[in-house]
């Protein structure tokens, strides 16, 4: 392979999700595409790098500071739910079912991979809550539910134990239009501990 083109495929191949094909179709789409175009790729990339930070209260990705969502004064500044990563809060807003605020950590606790508390936003998560103009009322976390997340969603509780009004944990389990005896074991133990009354 050419020396540019294959630096440009395990480039590629750092994304998530890309495997050695796909990298290759990506970048054999590059090379018939015109000039245009690439340069317009090129621009966005560049822009995106530049235009996009971090939203000093929640730490979502943002090219507003602080962020629409922290900035609305229709959202209830006593929820703060927190998420893993800034995609996530995409997927709890299209629920529409949400209308408090956010704290993403970037990542979750992993021993195993040696990241603690100190490589995610806790720290800022902590600073937050005790400096809130008005009491927290409720901190939701939501994040993953795999040993990672379970390790994450347990520190925090402990940590916040006290400084807020409510510590929850987002429900998972069966999912709608689910036959039960399709699930798993573990997924059908979450749905029943995290059950509700009707």
Do not use: N, W
Not at 5 to 24: I, N, T
Not at 57 to 67: I, L, N
Not at 71 to 81: F, L, M, V
């Amino acid at each position: 392979m050419m020396k540019s083109l294959d630096r440009f495929v395990r480039a590629l191949r750092r994304l998530p999700g890309v495997g050695p094909r796909q990298a290759e179709r990506f970048a054999a789409y590059f090379l018939r595409a015109s000039q245009g175009e690439t340069e317009e790729f090129i621009t966005a990339l560049s822009s995106l790098k530049q235009d996009i930070k971090l939203c000093p209260v929640c730490f979502a990705y943002s090219d507003t500071e602080p962020c629409t969502i922290c900035s609305d004064p229709d959202r209830d500044p006593g929820q703060i739910c927190v998420v893993e990563d800034p995609q996530d809060i995409e997927a709890i807003e299209k629920t529409g079912a949400y209308k408090g605020l956010y704290h993403v950590l970037h990542g979750a606790i992993s021993p195993l991979d040696g990241r603690s508390a100190e490589h995610v936003k806790v720290r800022e998560l902590l600073a937050r809550v005790q400096q809130a103009k008005e009491p927290v009322r409720e901190v939701i976390i939501a994040t993953d539910p795999d040993s990672e997340g379970e390790t994450t969603a347990l520190y925090l509780a402990d940590l916040l134990r006290g400084q807020v009004g409510q510590i929850t944990r987002i429900g998972y389990g069966v999912p709608l239009g689910g036959d039960i005896d399709y699930m798993d074991e573990m997924t059908l133990g979450y749905s029943l501990k995290g059950r509700t009354k009707i």
